[in-house]
């Protein structure tokens, strides 16, 4: 987005990462969201919290974030930990600040797999025909029958993703996504189908796009 910050702009008439904290905020079972942020705008990220979303802004936490996504993420878990606001079996969910379109089914899908994984993730088949390349050259084309495109938020007990994290940081491991972390040191990850509308906001256009879908997804969550 170059020096756009997307997680401000505004998605009907809220800022985006107000919307995407609103099906959170929404959702019985969760009890604290922490936001890793800018460390330079730590008391900006507060003061919108709490004027678009009153009372319910106690329930965020604002945390600096890293050089990275995973050390944003870690830090987060630190918080969590050294605040004691989660317990080693709580499940925990990590997700895209530029993710509006969550909803309830898919948190329940998410926990309900959890009894069976050491993490549980949102995804999608791949509708269409991936080739592999290098160059100009197309090398050949994948089985797109065993792809599947990741979304978030990705679900993980607390002590397990905590753990990982602390142990990718000692060793300076990066992964594309939290999940990746276990498939690294050996536990183990599930799936669940991902709404095909849990779109990501990655250019400017796409705030256009999500404005558009928003009424066909607005619903009680």
Same mark, same amino acid.
């Given at each position: ?18 919307? +995407?904290?609103?099906? $959170? ?19 900006? $990220? ?21 050089e990275h996504r995973q050390q944003s993420i870690l830090n987060a878990?630190?918080?969590? !930990? ?20 969550? +909803? ?8 309900? !797999? ?9 995804? /999608? ?5 991936? !080739? ?29 993703? $905590? ?23 050996? !536990? ?20 256009? /796009? ?12």
């Open positions: 987005m170059g020096e756009v910050d997307k997680l401000t702009l505004p998605l009907e008439g809220r800022p985006l990462l107000v919307q +995407t904290l609103q099906p $959170f905020l929404n959702y019985d079972p969760i009890g604290w969201i922490v936001v890793a942020a800018n460390p330079e705008r730590l008391a900006e $990220f507060e003061a919108l919290f709490r004027e678009q979303l009153g009372p319910a802004a106690d329930r965020i936490k604002v945390t600096a974030g890293g878990l630190r918080l969590l !930990k050294e605040q004691k606001l989660s317990s080693p079996e709580d499940p925990i969910m990590i997700h895209d600040g530029a993710r509006p379109f969550v +909803t309830e089914q898919l948190f329940n899908d998410l926990l309900e !797999k959890l009894e069976q994984y050491d993490g549980v993730i949102p995804a /999608l088949p791949v509708r269409d025909t991936i !080739k592999r390349v290098q160059g100009n050259k197309v090398l050949h084309t994948e089985d797109r029958e065993t792809l599947r495109l990741v979304q978030t938020p990705q679900v993980f007990p607390f002590a397990t993703i $905590f753990e990982l994290h602390e142990r990718a940081a000692e060793e300076e491991f990066l992964g594309t996504d939290d999940a990746s972390l276990l498939e690294k040191y050996g !536990k183990t990850v599930g799936w669940v189908d991902g709404p095909s509308y849990n779109l990501k906001v990655t250019i400017p256009e796409d705030i256009a /796009l999500l404005s558009h879908l928003y009424q066909g997804y607005k619903q009680p969550i």
